[in-house]
């Protein structure tokens, strides 16, 4: 059997390996004769980054899907069903991508649960891809025969492996593929990638319960774990290849092309499974990849008090006596340099010092090192969570390296283990207040105590009209609303770490009596 060019200068056992996958999955003729691939399957997401702890993944969606891809071009046609957990909703929706361009039709965003039928941005595309890629030993093994494949050979790494090969595609991390001693078929791919805030983190994707497809042999299971903790299992009803692919199946419908810049482009391609737990879970805004606020510069709350507004979350700004303090510092380091740039333009002559986080959430702390990198601050969090921010700061990021990685600083992290009291420029407190909440451990709000605002992240979105009784996420107003009587705050105005929506019109405050009516009262 002869294969990719470039294969053949890693030497004779290079050749050897690739030749006996090859021929344990059908062979080569079988391999490359299949020209689409088929698959309907079930199965479950986790997020290893949204448990009540830093230790604890939490279960976001159960799904089924359809997927015809193309087993050599970059197309592929995805039918999904998915009941998320974090926001109970029902998602339904039909995917097309071919190359930089796709569509989508349906329910896709679990907090705004309308159809859509919009065309998508080419990292999405791109994502979507490259998770297919990772997830089908039969695309995998197609790139493995191809005239320009840029491989090496890798040593066995326990006594139940062969030896490994290692794919390096231009603009993504390399993928090792290892293959079972008894069977010489693909039992696991390895890849590290970048997740905010945790940097480099081992993903692997398990290929299990192989069987007859036609000539081939194909896995029904794929399971894939991020830094050991299982995050994603399915299980594959049925599998079909093709000789042939048809333009047809992956025709996009004639819309306006959205293209992305090259950074969002990659970002999708090192990140891949970072984001692809949230797209399962369905929300859409990391497929949006946003890079700016959606305001020039924040926003005036009340005398002293300012926000960033963000295309889902946002920081809070608090004027200091001689400093400022952020709370919230969301996303991931794109993002994060402009919101940053928006706090410190906040109350000019006065330095960022603090930054307070909500929760330990990924979303809400994706960008902690971009703020912590100029040095000289101190992150304030919950006392529970401090170990986990404390690894945050320590960890390498060199598939990404961001500006912490190339200047180490050394950061200071403090817990709050009930309440913490500082004061502010308007004469005023800024309170930090530990609360009980069945979203996360370790969770605190923000009390202003001059304008009577209490700031919290994920327990709820602030609407821009008065909502319906009962109509909070569970018990998390209820909580909320608890702990503020509790605590005999003087609240006027709740705002969020995410603006809410009433489908027309955003809000990221509202007046406390909204919270209570949402809360049950």
Not at 69 to 85: F, G, N, Q, S
Not at 296 to 306: E, L, R, S, W
Not at 462 to 489: C, D, F, K, V
Request: glycine share 10%.
């Amino acid at each position: 059997m002869t294969v990719g060019a470039q294969t053949t200068s890693g030497g004779a056992r290079l050749v050897s390996v690739i030749e006996q996958l090859v021929a344990a999955m059908g062979g080569k003729g079988a391999v490359e004769g299949a020209e689409t691939e088929a698959i309907t399957a079930d199965g479950w997401r986790l997020h290893p980054g949204w448990g009540t702890d830093p230790g604890k993944p939490e279960k976001v969606a159960e799904f089924s899907y359809t997927l015809l891809e193309d087993t050599v071009r970059p197309r592929y046609r995805l039918a999904l069903k998915a009941h998320t957990y974090l926001v109970p909703t029902e998602l339904n929706y039909l995917e097309v991508g071919n190359g930089s361009i796709g569509h989508v039709n349906g329910i896709d965003f679990m907090f705004d649960p309308r159809p859509v039928d919009v065309s998508i941005p080419s990292w999405r595309v791109a994502t979507r891809q490259r998770h297919f890629d990772l997830t089908s030993p039969l695309r995998l093994a197609r790139k493995l025969l191809a005239s320009d494949a840029d491989l090496t050979l890798g040593i066995a790494d326990n006594e139940h492996s062969t030896d490994s090969l290692i794919l390096r595609e231009h603009g993504r991390p390399p993928v090792r593929m290892h293959m079972d001693q008894g069977t010489g078929l693909l039992s696991r791919a390895e890849v590290t990638e970048e997740h905010s805030p945790l940097g480099d983190t081992l993903v692997e994707v398990l290929f299990s319960d192989y069987r007859n497809v036609g000539t081939l042999q194909l896995p029904y299971r794929v399971s894939i774990r991020v830094n050991g903790v299982a995050v994603h299992d399915e299980v594959r009803a049925s599998i079909q290849v093709n000789g042939r692919s048809s333009d047809a199946d992956f025709a996009v419908p004639d819309q306006a092309v959205i293209d992305g810049s090259d950074h969002q482009v990659s970002f999708g391609q090192y990140s891949t499974e970072w984001i692809m737990t949230y797209v399962f879970s369905g929300v859409r805004f990391y497929f949006d990849l946003q890079t700016a606020p959606v305001s020039q510069g924040a926003v005036d709350i009340a005398p002293g008090v300012k926000i960033v507004l963000g295309p889902s979350h946002n920081t809070l700004v608090v004027e200091m006596p001689d400093h400022v303090v952020a709370v919230e510092a969301p996303l991931y380091d794109e993002y994060t340099r402009s919101a940053l740039t928006q706090v410190k333009a906040a109350f000019p002559g006065k330095p960022l010092k603090k930054v307070i986080v909500t929760h330990f959430h990924y979303d809400h702390v994706g960008g902690i090192r971009e703020f912590v990198a100029d040095g000289g601050l101190t992150v304030l969090a919950a006392q529970g969570p401090v170990p986990f921010f404390e690894k945050v700061f320590q960890g390498p990021h060199t598939v990404h390296p961001d500006r912490l990685e190339g200047c180490p600083v050394q950061v200071a992290v403090e817990g709050v283990i009930d309440s913490l009291i500082l004061p502010m420029a308007d004469g005023g407190n800024l309170e930090l207040h530990h609360i009980r909440s069945d979203h996360a451990d370790g969770m605190l709000i923000v009390y202003l105590s001059k304008p009577k605002i209490v700031f919290e992240s994920d327990i709820w979105n602030p609407t821009p009209q008065m909502p319906p009784p009962n109509s909070g996420r569970g018990r998390l107003p209820i909580q909320l609303r608890e702990a503020i009587e509790t605590l005999h705050l003087e609240v006027d105005t709740v705002v969020g770490g995410h603006s809410g929506t009433d489908g027309k019109t955003m809000a990221h405050a509202a007046p406390f009596r909204y919270l209570k009516t949402a809360a049950g009262l």
